[in-house]
């Protein structure tokens, strides 16, 4: 590990005055952060120090300010391949997400009339910390700045045929169906095995580890940098578990007013009520 990493768990966050602040959450706050002390980091994201400084936590924000776009893996848990029918894929499934589809942890998500089925994926998220193309897997980590909890908001109805055309991009990319954080947990202090689960109004639906993927961070890395520029801050989506809302029985869609809770171990917990367009 890292003798002294500029964070262990990142925030970007307001203070009690409204500043806008990146801090560092302690081990044993990542379950209360708003309202607790937590020490302010000076610097841009990628060039972060820290100041001794302490701010209380009012308000979080997404832990990164944009993206330049949100690289998504499909089908890498094998018990999620099989509630949906679909064979193991000999290499990662790829699509994307445009970088407004980025949101807060606790940010209220807008779901547009056009967006019907929905569903959750609940993901480990990989930010990339800077630029590199036709990356090795024996280097791969070494892009890596850390690592944030993610929701992969889903329409199914623009996912499944004969509306999508085999395509996933359009029924995931609507603003604000990739709520990121709350933290960002330094590399140093990944083990490769954290626990990723989703409840919805508190009802368990998705329980499993992350060590259950098919395809490494490293490979994941390696491939979709073949022949193409990871850009500095591009968010990679690594896959979701099994016990999605359409593979169910009686397919329990995502409705208005419901708060999907994504947590995954030594990351903390987002926390996203859907706001349907048509009722509000």
Not at 15 to 44: A, F, K, P, W
Not at 113 to 123: P, Q
Not at 216 to 232: C, D, E, F, N, W
């Amino acid at each position: 590990m890292s003798a002294n990493p500029p964070f262990r768990h990142l925030i970007r966050f307001l203070d009690e005055s409204l500043t806008e602040h990146y801090g560092d959450v302690g081990d044993n706050d990542l379950d209360n952060i708003i309202g607790s002390q937590v020490e302010v980091l000076r610097g841009e994201v990628f060039d972060l120090e820290r100041t001794g400084e302490k701010a209380v936590v009012r308000e979080l924000l997404p832990p990164i300010t944009s993206t330049p776009i949100f690289i998504c893996i499909g089908l890498n848990y094998r018990d999620h391949a099989k509630e949906a029918e679909l064979e193991i894929p000999p290499n990662p499934v790829v699509f994307t997400k445009p970088s407004d589809a980025l949101a807060g942890p606790y940010s209220e998500i807008l779901v547009p009339s056009e967006a019907n089925m929905m569903d959750y994926e609940a993901e480990l998220c990989v930010i990339i910390s800077k630029t590199g193309k036709n990356i090795p897997e024996d280097e791969a980590l070494s892009y890596v700045f850390g690592f944030t909890a993610g929701n992969d908001l889903s329409s199914r109805y623009w996912q499944r045929a004969p509306r999508s055309g085999g395509q996933y991009c359009f029924a995931k990319s609507f603003d604000g169906f990739a709520p990121l954080g709350p933290t960002v947990l330094h590399p140093s202090l990944f083990t490769g095995a954290l626990r990723i689960q989703t409840r919805v109004n508190g009802e368990a639906r998705q329980n499993a580890t992350t060590d259950e993927m098919i395809f490494t961070i490293k490979q994941i890395i390696a491939h979709v940098s073949k022949g193409t520029t990871l850009r500095q801050g591009t968010v990679i989506m690594t896959g979701t578990p099994a016990g999605i809302a359409g593979k169910m029985p009686g397919q329990p869609w995502l409705k208005h007013g419901d708060v999907i809770e994504v947590e995954i171990s030594q990351i903390g917990s987002l926390k996203n009520k859907l706001i349907f367009e048509t009722e509000s």
